[in-house]
């Protein structure tokens, strides 16, 4: 059985979009387990039930933690993973004398599970892990411009970090509700106007994209020219 894991972003994006519900129709069409480490929780229902901004989209998250549609899994294996990780992780880039620290606990512990689960997919919308892991000059780049000054690499530390992640396939909540609408789980909100799928799939697409996905606006024009003979 396949295993994929989750990130705390793409549930909290699904969630801001009303799509958690497309969990269980997916888990159940592809046969796999969707999983969540512990310190993903925390950040999906622990914390946020005690906020009351947040606490509805914790109920939300619970019920589907209660229905076992996401599974949490903690070990120790993969703690000890998590702990090198973010070691590699936050000493890769340096800014003034100081390293930048460039990813949480729970994202790298999510990572990390993946890993020791030898998973399928890490799924996650944050931009910054997924581009230390598959483009980390550009990555510099990036925060060389933002950050106006010169970042230098730990050259030792990101061979090492990307020794642990390799081959490691990441999914985004955008490619999540692209299956959807392509299996049709989606057509239940077909408005009633010209180009009814392609008004969907355009409104779905930038929903994710504005509730924390990142996905670009060339990207989303992407998918849907691919999608075009569905629509």
């Given at each position: 059985m396949k295993k994929l894991i989750f990130d705390t972003g793409p549930i909290i994006t699904l969630t801001l979009n009303n799509l958690l519900w497309i969990l269980e129709p997916l888990k159940k069409k592809s046969g796999s387990r969707f999983m969540i480490p512990g310190a993903v929780k925390k950040e999906l229902v622990d914390r946020p039930f005690k906020i009351k901004r947040f606490k509805f989209e914790a109920m939300q998250t619970m019920q589907y933690l209660k229905n076992n549609t996401i599974e949490v899994v903690n070990n120790s294996q993969t703690e000890e993973l998590t702990s090198e990780l973010l070691e590699?992780?936050?000493?890769?880039?340096?800014a003034k004398g100081e390293w930048i620290k460039l990813v949480h606990y729970a994202e790298i512990n999510a990572l990390a599970l993946t890993i020791t689960e030898k998973a399928a997919a890490f799924i996650i919308d944050e931009r910054t892990t997924r581009m230390l892991i598959e483009d980390p000059e550009k990555l510099r780049n990036i925060m060389n411009h933002k950050l106006r000054t010169r970042i230098s690499i730990n050259k030792d530390y990101l061979k090492r970090f990307h020794q642990?992640?390799?081959g490691i396939r990441m999914l985004r909540s955008?490619?999540?509700?692209?299956?959807?609408?392509?299996?049709?789980?989606?057509?239940?909100?077909?408005?009633?106007?010209?180009?009814?799928?392609?008004?969907?799939?355009?409104?779905?697409?930038?929903?994710?994209?504005?509730?924390?996905?990142?996905?670009?606006?060339?990207?989303?024009?992407?998918i849907i020219k691919i999608e075009k003979p569905l629509l």
């Amino acid at each position: 059985m396949k295993k994929l894991i989750f990130d705390t972003g793409p549930i909290i994006t699904l969630t801001l979009n009303n799509l958690l519900w497309i969990l269980e129709p997916l888990k159940k069409k592809s046969g796999s387990r969707f999983m969540i480490p512990g310190a993903v929780k925390k950040e999906l229902v622990d914390r946020p039930f005690k906020i009351k901004r947040f606490k509805f989209e914790a109920m939300q998250t619970m019920q589907y933690l209660k229905n076992n549609t996401i599974e949490v899994v903690n070990n120790s294996q993969t703690e000890e993973l998590t702990s090198e990780l973010l070691e590699l992780a936050n000493h890769c880039f340096k800014a003034k004398g100081e390293w930048i620290k460039l990813v949480h606990y729970a994202e790298i512990n999510a990572l990390a599970l993946t890993i020791t689960e030898k998973a399928a997919a890490f799924i996650i919308d944050e931009r910054t892990t997924r581009m230390l892991i598959e483009d980390p000059e550009k990555l510099r780049n990036i925060m060389n411009h933002k950050l106006r000054t010169r970042i230098s690499i730990n050259k030792d530390y990101l061979k090492r970090f990307h020794q642990k992640v390799k081959g490691i396939r990441m999914l985004r909540s955008v490619e999540l509700v692209t299956i959807g609408y392509e299996i049709g789980l989606l057509d239940k909100y077909l408005p009633d106007m010209p180009e009814p799928k392609k008004n969907l799939l355009d409104s779905v697409l930038w929903g994710v994209k504005l509730h924390g996905c990142s996905v670009s606006k060339r990207e989303i024009e992407q998918i849907i020219k691919i999608e075009k003979p569905l629509l």
